[in-house]
C-alpha cells in the first residue's frame, strides 16, 4: 500500500447480537488495485464484518473510513452508491428473472423514468464480457443456467456499477477446475483496474495464489495482517484456529472385505447409459470425483433413494433395496445432503429436536416422546460429534454452518446406518471443523461404516478416499484405488481430456 | 444466543397475545362491566367452544404452511348432512355423524391432494373446495335444506355442566389433547419440522405428504365437530353461518401468534387467540358500537395482537445475523 | 468458456413442454378460455356470439379486471391484498356521497377517492415493508376496519353520482362497453409499470428474493409501498365503477371481489409467493371468471348448479395449471 | 425520504380534490317521480285503497289503535307505451332473482317458474346468488337477451344504474320484493311495505310496553334492503312517538339463527322490556337465548317461519309476526303481464299477508311441514312436497 491513503479501511468493529460477540474490534485496510483476503473459521465475524462494511448492518463500534474519511452507511443502497459492492455467498441470483434483469439488479437504465433497454443491453453485455460470459443470451431465465454462470453473473452484476471496493464472498465454494480459474481470472483483471478487492475464502491455496495482502480474523478479532508473501498455509491456519493443525487427514484403516452395498445396472432416472456395477465394503471410503454437473451428486441421490432410478438394481446387506427414500433408508442407507439448511434441518427447530429427527421412533414409546431420552440423544452426539451449542434448546438456526453440519450427522448417526452417503461434506465449513470431520469420516469407517461421498475439493477427495470414481455427462468413467489415486489423473478424467478410462 | 436470552424471547412471543387479552378484558370492564354477568359470561365461553374447536383444526393447518378457507362449508355441509339423514329422530344421529364425518374427511382429503400432489396453493384449493362444496350444498338441497336437527345434539351443542357450556368443555379437552400431541408426540414433531422445512422433514425420512394430509384431514373433523355443535346449539340447519368461522378461526389463531409460514405456534397461542376474540365479539355487542364499530374494533386488534407479536419477535429474529 | 458451464447448460438445453412453463406465461388459462369459448359457439353461437352477449362478457370484467390487475402487482411482489374488496366498497361510497349529484364534483371527487385508494396502499406498504408485519394479517385487519368504515358512514344506500358517471359506465357501442376502456388503460398502465420501469423489475426481484433485492441496492420498502399503492389505487377505481353502475353509493357494493380477484391471479399463472407471473395471465384469468358467470344466465343453468360449476371449473383450472414450483 | 414525498403529494391532491368538490354548482334532479316514463301516472282511489288494506289487516290483527300510514305517492301507471302483442310462445319475462341461497329465496322462485309456466310465459332466469355485484351484471346480461318484461327481486342499492338503463332501453321492470331507487325509473313494486312492517311492528312493540321501556332493535344483513328499510321505518316511528322508548343497542344477525341466538344472549343482561326483530330466525334466537338463561322472553317481532312456531308451540311467549311473503313473486309476474298487456298497473303494490300475534298460533303452526316453510304458503301441496317443504 506503500503509505497511501486506503481505499475502504474499518477500525476496531464491534458488534454484539443477543448472546454472542461476533465482532470485537476488527480492522482491515484494503488498498486501490490489490486484493486482500479475509480468512478465518466460520463464526470468526468475516460475513458480519462484510454486512457491516456493506451497510447491512450498523456496527455497535468503530468506525468505516472511505478513501481516509469517516462512512456511516444506512443500508445497502448508500454503500453501492459510495462504490462498496459485495457478492455474496449466498447466490443471491433470482432465478425467475432474465439474465439481463438479474445483472442490472438494483442498478436499472432509465430514461426519462422508462427502462432504457439499449442501454440496459450495453451495459449487461458489456459486464458479462470482463467475465467471459459475453455471448450468453440476455434473455434466459437465470435458473436454466449453471451455478457458475449464475456465480459470474453476480460479478458482473458488480461490475457494471461504478465499483471502487469489490468485496466477494466465497465466490468460489461452489465452483472447481475451469470455472475457479475463470472467476482468478476475472479477480485479477478487476484487481489491474484500480478496484480493490476483498476476498473471502476458505480455500488457502487459492488464497495464496490470489491475493496481496491477508488478515485473518478469530474470534472477532484480526489476529495478524501482511503480505501474502509471510504467509504459507501452515501460518494461516495456524493464525485461524490459534492451533497447529498438523495432519488433516489421518492414515486410513484398511477396509474389511463384507460387501455392504452392491450396485448392478445402476442408471438414475434419465440416464440412457450402460449402467453402473459398483460394490461397497465395509470400513471402505469412496469418493465421487468430477466437475460440477458431471452426475456426482444425482449418482449419490439414486444411492439414497432419491430420485428415482431408470434402471438396475441396488442391494444392501445381501438383499434388495426398492428405489425410494424410505427403503432407502431403512435399509441403512442414508444422505447427508450439500445443501443442510435446504434438505439438512429444520433451523426452527431446537438442536435436541434436529438430533433426532430421523430417529424419532427410537425415543418415543408409543408415539410419547420421552423428554429425558431426546435429551440424552443429544448429550451423546454431543460428545461424540463436538457439537458447541448453548444446550439442548438452541434454535439449531443458531449455530454456525460447521456445526450445523454435525447436527445433521448426528440426525444420522442416530439411525446406525449401515451406507452414510456425504455430498459435499464441509462445504463452506471452516479449517478447524474441517479436520473434525474428517476424523469423524475415519472413525466411522474404522467402526465398519461404508462411506461414499462427493466433493469439489480434490485434496479432499484425495487426502480421505481409498477408492475414486470419477464422473463425467452423468456416467462413472473411470476407477482409482487409493495408491493410484492422483489429483491430476482425476482432472483428466473428469475433462476427458487424459488417455485414461 | 445464550439459553436465557431464548427463553426470555419466547416468553415473550407467548406473553404478547396475552397481554393483548388482558388489555381487552380490562378496556370491557371499564366500559361495559355487564360483560361478566353470568349470561354473558356464558356466552364467551361458548363462543369460545365454538370458534376454539374451528381454531384448533386451522392451527394444524397452519403449522404445516397451510391455510383452510373450507372450514365454514364443511361446517354446513356437516348440519345439511345430520338434517337430512335423521330428520329430527336421534336413533338415527349416529350414522348421520359418521356420513358427516366421512363427507367431511372427503373434503379434508380433497384439500391434501390439491395441495400435494397438484401443488396448489393452499390458499386457492381451499377456496376452490370451499366454493364446491358449497355448490354442492345447493345443487342437492336445492337451496332449502330439508329435515331438522334431532334434539340429541342439543346435549353437545346447548347444555351445561356444572355452569359450563359443553362446547367449551368440548373444546377445552380437545386442546389439551391437540396441545399434548403437538408438544409431546412424535406425531407433533413431525407436524412442526414438516412444516418448518417440508424438503428437509421429507429426507429425514418423515412421511410428509401423510403428515400434511393428516392436517388437513383433522382440520375438516374439526370443523365437523364444530357443526354438529353449532347445529346442536340452535337445533336448525343454518346456511348462513360459514362464512364467517373461516376467517374467525383463522383469526383467531393468527392473533394467538400462529405464523403462516408454518411451523411455529403452539395450542397455548391459539387458545390465547380464541380468547381474545371471543370476549371482543361479544364486548362489541355489548358496547353497542353498530356493526361499523364491531368490523373496525375487530380489524384493529388483530393489527394491534401482531404488532406487539412483533416487537417481541423482532428480538429473536436478530439473532441469524 | 469454461467446460463447467458449457457441461451444464447442455443438459439443461433440452427444449422442455411442462405445464408449469405454459402457466407461469399466463398461456394457460388463455388456453382453457379459448376451449370455454369454442364449447360455447358449438352448443349456442347464435347466443354466444351476439354484440350484447360480448358485451355483457367484456362488462362482467370491468370490476374484476380492476382488483386483479392491482392484485397481481402486490402478488408479483410476494403479498396478498385481502382488502380490495372492501376498499373499493368504502372507496365507492365515498365517491357517490361526495359527489351527491353535483357535476361540478364529479372529478375532483374521483381524483380524491383515488388518492384515499392510493393512501389506503401508503398503509399497507409502510406496515407491511417497515414494520415488517405479514402481508396476510394486515390486508384482513384492514379488510375489517375499512368495511367497518363504510357500515360506520351509512349502513342503507345513500349519495348519488352525476348521470355523465353513470353514463360512461353503463354505455356501449356495439359490443364495446364504453366502460371497458378504464380496463384497457388500467391494463396498459400496469403494463408499463411493470415491463417498461425501473419499478417493475424491483417488483418482481423483491417478490423473487427481498434479501437478495435489498443488498443489491433495490429500495425493497418503497417498492413494497408502491405495490401496494397501485393496488390501493385499482380498487378505489373499481370502487368508483361500482358506484358509477349503481348510480348511488352502497355499503354493500364490493363484498366478495378479493377472493375473486387472488383466484383470477393465480389461475392466472402467477405465483403466491412472488416474483412470477404476468399480466396477460390475469387478465385470462379474469375473462375465465367473466365468462363462466355470463354463461350462467346464457345458457339459463339451473340456478342451483352455479356453485357447483364454479367450484369445479376452479378446482380443475387450479390442479391442471398450478404448477408444484409455482408453490 | 420516498414515504414523506409520496404522502405530501397524496395529501395535497386529496386536500386540493377536496376543496375544488365543496365549490358549489348545483345538483342533478334526482327523478323523483316514481316513473321515468313521465307524466303516465294518474292518482288513483282504487290503488289507495288496495294499498291501505294491508295496513289494516295489520293493525286489526295486532290489536292496534290508529295505525299511522305514511304519506305516499300512489298513482296508476299508464302502461300503454308497453303494450305488446303476446307472441305466439308467450311473452318473454326474465326475472333476476337473488339465487337459491335460502328458503326464502327457493320458495321465492319455485313460485314464479310455477305461475310462469301457468301463464305460458318464457320464464328468463338470472340467480344473483345472493350478491348484490352480481345482480348488477345479471341485470345487464338480462337485458341484452331483450326480454319483453324484467322482475327485480333487489340485492342490494348497487343494481339501481343497471335497472335504470334497461328501463332506459325499453323494458318494463318490476321490483318484487323489495324496493329500487325511484330514479331508477322502474314501473312497478311490488312488495310488501317495508314502513308497513317496520312500523307495525314497532307499534306493536310500543303497545306492550305502554309506550315506554328499553328495548334492543336486531336486523338482519348490514346494507341490505329488506333490512335496512324497515328498521329505518320503525327509529322513525320511536324518534317521533315514543320518546320514553330507548333503543338501548342495535345490532345485525346476518339472518343467522347461531348469530341471533348469541346476540340475544348477550342482551340478556341487559333487562329489555320488547326486542323489535325482522326476522323469525331472530324470534328463534331470542327465545333459545332466554329460555337457557331462564329468564322470561320479552316481547318479540319478526316475520312468519313455521320454525318459530313450531319452537314455541308450547311456550308462553308474546309475539307478533307479520310475514313476508316469498311467493309473492306471482303478483310480481302478473304485474309485468299487465304492463305488457296495456292495462294500467298501480305504482305500488303492498302485497297482503295475514300478520298475526301468538294468540293465533295453532291457526298458522304447520306441524307436518318443515321447519323451512314460510307461512301462510300459497304453494299447492305438491309444490311444498318437490322442495321437500312438508310430507
Known sequence: MSGAVPVLEARGLVKEFPGVRALDGASIACGAGHVHALVGENGAGKSTMVRILTGNESADAGEVLLDGQVVRFGGPREALAAGVTAVYQELTVLPAMSVLDNVMLGQERTRRRVLDNRERRRVAREALGRVGLGDVDLGRRAEDLSLASRQLIEIARALARETRVLILDEPTAVLAGEALESIHRVVRSVAAEGIAVIYISHLLEEVRELADQVT????????????????????MVREMVGRDVDSVFPDPAPHGEEVVMSVAGLRPRGDDGPGLDFELHAGEIVGLAGLLGSGRTRLLRTFAGDGGRSGGKIAVGG???????????????????????????ALGLPVRANVTLASIAGIARGGWLDRRREKRAYEEERERLGIRASGPEQLTGQLSGGNQQKVVLAKWLRTRPRVLLLDEPTRGIDVGAKAEIYALIRELAAQGMAVVFASSDLTEVVGLSQRVLVCRDGQVVGRLEREDVDPEGIMHMAFGTGAAA | MNRAGALASDFGARVAPLAGLVIVLIAAAITSPSLFESSNLRLILFQIGLIGITALGQTLVLLVAGIDLSVGAVIGLTAVIVAAHTDGSDGALPVAILLAAAAGAGVGLLNALLVIVRGVPPFVATFASFVLVEGVITAVTRGAPSGSIPSGLHTLGADRVAGIPVPLLVFAVLALVVGVI????????????????????????????????????ACALFAVLAGLVDAGYIGYVDAQLSRELNLESIAAAVIGGVALT??????????????????????????????????AVEGAVILGAVWLQRQTLSQKRSVKG | MSTAVATTARARQRPRLDFSRVARSGLATWIVVAALVLGLTVHDASGFWTTGNIANVLTAMVVLGLVSVGQNVVVLTGGIDLSVGSAATLTGLLAAIMIDGYPERAIPVVIAVLAIGALIGVGHGLLIARVKLPPFVVTLATFFILQGVAFMITSSPTGQVTKNLSNFALEKTGFFPHAFIVLIVAVALVAFLLYRTALGRNVYAVGGDSEAARSNGVPVTSTLVWAYVVCGLLAAAAGIMLAARATIGSPTAGQGLELSAIAAVVIGGSSLMGGRGTLVGTVGGVLLFALIETSFTLLQIEATLNDLIRGLVIIAAAAIFVSKDDR | MFSRRVWFVLGLGLLSALVLAACGGSKEGTEETATASGGGCKPSKSVETAYDKAWEQGEQALELTKLEIPKTELCEVDTSKWQKEEPSGGYKIAFAAQGPTNSWAAENEEAFKTKAGELGVEELYASADGDATKQVDNIQQLASQEPDAMVVVPMGSSITGQVKAATAQGIPVVACAG??????????????????????????IAKQIDGKGRIAMISGIAGVPTAEYPKKAAEELFAEKYPEIEIVSKQYDDWSPTKAKTVAASLVSKNLDAIWSDSSFTALGVYEAYKEAGRPVPPVTGDASNAYLKAIQNADVKFALSPFPPEMSTQCLETAISILKGEPVPNFVNVEAPAFTDKEKEKYLRPECSENLWIPTKLSDEELKSLKLCE
Do not use: F
Open chain 2, 182 to 217: 403437538l408438544a409431546r408426540t412424535s406425531a407433533g414433531r413431525r407436524l412442526y419440522a414438516t412444516g418448518l422445512n417440508p424438503r428437509a422433514a421429507a429426507m429425514s425420512g418423515i412421511r410428509t405428504p401423510l403428515v400434511v394430509a393428516s392436517a388437513y384431514v
Open chain 2, 262 to 295: 408454518g411451523g411455529e405456534g403452539t395450542v397455548g397461542q391459539t387458545v390465547c387467540g380464541v380468547l381474545l376474540l371471543a370476549v371482543l365479539l361479544v364486548w362489541m355487542v355489548e358496547l353497542g358500537t353498530g356493526v361499523g364499530g364491531q368490523l
Open chain 1, 319 to 345: 438383499r434388495e433395496v426398492r428405489a425410494g427414500l424410505h427403503a432407502a433408508i431403512d435399509a441403512g442407507v442414508v444422505l447427508v445432503p450439500e445443501e443442510r439448511k435446504v434438505e439438512g434441518l
Open chain 1, 216 to 235: 485473518v480474523l478469530r474470534d472477532g478479532k484480526d489476529v495478524s495482517t501482511g503480505p501474502i508473501a509471510a504467509y504459507d498455509v501452515p501460518k
Open chain 4, 179 to 204: 324496493t329500487i331507487a325511484p330514479s331508477s325509473g322502474v314501473v312497478s313494486t311490488v312488495t310488501r311495505s317495508y314502513e308497513l312492517q317496520g312500523r307495525l311492528w314497532a307499534e306493536w
